[in-house]
């Protein structure tokens, strides 16, 4: 069985702070897919980043980087110098092959990133 | 625009009442992807479809219905046996060629059940 944990229910920072999301993950596949998605007070959620099990790079786009650990089977999220429009829910997920074509959803981390 | 597209984004229904929610997307992808999503829980898989015709049960798919006669569109029924429909319901959808696996998601519907 595959399992995406989000430890952190709710983080709440003050602008410019930076601030981490972690994600643990569990599965039994060599070969998977993780993501991060958005979701804003609208309710769309949107995708932020894939990563596959192959590629350890850590990555940075912007304000964000991603630090992917199959050491610790961790996917971690940290966004600098936050801004209230950051303020969101976080999903991290996880998609294999083996699993029909589902993902995994974490319960997410709702940010607020106060002024 | 390339996108999904749900509607209506508020639906209230009396109890004992089956309901529609419908999602569209003209991304061209194969699969498309139901989940509901309670206050302060992450989403459920609800159905998925990968191709046109056939569909599989997720993870809490007793109460619900789907049908996918076209590529595009993948609706959801909410019949009256599922117990707890209140809630918000997104659709997805994301290739199923090569590796890119992302979904691409609605805007949702928000139904309620009086």
């Known amino acids: 069985a595959q399992k995406v944990t989000q430890a952190q229910t709710e983080i709440s920072v003050v602008e410019k702070e930076d601030v981490t999301l972690d994600c643990v993950y569990e599965t039994r596949d060599t070969t998977y897919y993780l993501f991060w998605y958005k979701q804003p007070p609208s309710g769309e959620l949107v995708f932020l980043i894939r990563?596959?099990?192959?590629?350890?790079q850590n990555e940075i786009s912007g304000r964000y980087s991603w630090n992917f650990q199959k050491s610790t089977s961790s996917f971690n999220f940290t966004i600098t110098a936050s801004q209230v429009v950051d303020s969101a829910v976080y999903f991290c997920?996880?998609?294999?092959?083996?699993?029909?074509?589902?993902?995994?959803f974490g319960d997410g981390t709702t940010l607020t990133v106060k002024p | 625009d390339g996108g999904i597209t749900q509607s209506p984004k508020y639906l209230f229904r009396k109890e004992g009442q089956n309901v529609t929610l419908s999602c569209e997307q003209n991304?061209?992808?194969?699969?498309m992807y139901w989940y509901r999503q309670d206050p302060g829980q992450g989403l459920r898989l609800i159905y998925y479809?990968?191709?046109?015709?056939?569909?599989q049960k997720g993870d809490i798919a007793e109460g619900y219905s789907v049908s996918r006669e076209k590529k595009e569109s993948f609706p959801l029924t909410v019949t009256s046996a599922q117990k707890n429909p209140t809630a918000f319901y997104l659709c997805?959808?994301?290739?199923?060629?090569?590796?890119?696996?992302?979904?691409?998601f609605g805007p949702g519907t928000r139904l309620t059940v009086t």
């Open positions: 997805a959808s994301s290739i199923l060629a090569g590796s890119a696996y992302e979904q691409y």
């Open positions: 991304l061209n992808h194969d699969a």
């Open positions: 990563r596959n099990s192959f590629d350890e």
């Open positions: 997920a996880l998609f294999n092959n083996t699993n029909a074509g589902k993902s995994t």
């Open positions: 479809s990968q191709i046109v015709n056939d569909f």
